[in-house]
C-alpha cells in the first residue's frame, strides 16, 4: 500500500468498496453487468385509445399512460419525456403508432425535439407508410427509431401526419426511450 492506493495482484482475492470510494480500473472487469442494465433513465409513454389527426397537419400522439419510468423522466399529462439534469449525452428513442383502417397517400410519425420537428415529412428519420387507392391499411404498424445527442432539459414527444384529405384515426401509440450515456 502507497498513500491512499492499493494494488492487488492475487488471484481469489474477495474486496469489498464502501460507499464513498472510487474505483479505476486498469485491468478486466468482469461480473459489473452492462452500461443498459444499470441504466438510470428509461421510460415508456402509451396510448392505446383512437385518435384522430386532422387532414394534412401534424398531431401530437396523446400518450396518457405511464407505462414505466425509470429517473422520473416520463410526463404523461403532457405526452413528452425530459432528458433530465446530468443526463446530456446519447438517448435511444422509438416511436410507434397504428393505423386504423387509414386511406391517406402517406401517415407519418417523427419525433419533436422541445416542440419543434426533426425531421419533417420527406426526409430524416420518420417512420412513414404510403398508399394509393382505396383499400387502405387496417392494423399497420409503423415505428421510428433515433440516436439523439440531447442535453439537460430537452424534451422529446412524437407526432403523426397523414393526408387522406379528412381525418383519420390511429392507435396504440407509443414513445419509449433508454439512456445510453455520455458521448
Not at 13 to 39: D, K, L
Not at 157 to 179: F, I, P, R
Amino acid at each position: 500500500q502507497s498513500g491512499s492506493s492499493i494494488t492487488i495482484g492475487e488471484s481469489g482475492t474477495t474486496v469489498s468498496i464502501p460507499s464513498g470510494a472510487t474505483i479505476t480500473n486498469s485491468g478486466t472487469a468482469t461480473g459489473f453487468g452492462s452500461e443498459f442494465a444499470v441504466t438510470q433513465y428509461t421510460a415508456r409513454l402509451q396510448q392505446a385509445a383512437s385518435q384522430s389527426l386532422s387532414n394534412a397537419s401534424w398531431t401530437k400522439l396523446t400518450l396518457g399512460t405511464q407505462v414505466f419510468d425509470k429517473g422520473s423522466i416520463a410526463d404523461e399529462s403532457n405526452s413528452k419525456i425530459t432528458i433530465p439534469s446530468g443526463a446530456g449525452g446519447l438517448w435511444l428513442f422509438r416511436g410507434v403508432t397504428r393505423g386504423d383502417d387509414i386511406r391517406a397517400n402517406r401517415l407519418i410519425i417523427s419525433f419533436y425535439k422541445n416542440g419543434s420537428t426533426m425531421d419533417g415529412t420527406t426526409a430524416g428519420d420518420t417512420g412513414e407508410i404510403s398508399t394509393k387507392g382505396s383499400d387502405g391499411y387496417t392494423g399497420a404498424v409503423m415505428s421510428t427509431f433515433g440516436y439523439l445527442n440531447l442535453s439537460a432539459s430537452d424534451y422529446i414527444e412524437l407526432y403523426a401526419y397523414q393526408n387522406e384529405g379528412g381525418s383519420e384515426n390511429v392507435s396504440q401509440s407509443s414513445l419509449n426511450c433508454v439512456y445510453l450515456g455520455a458521448i
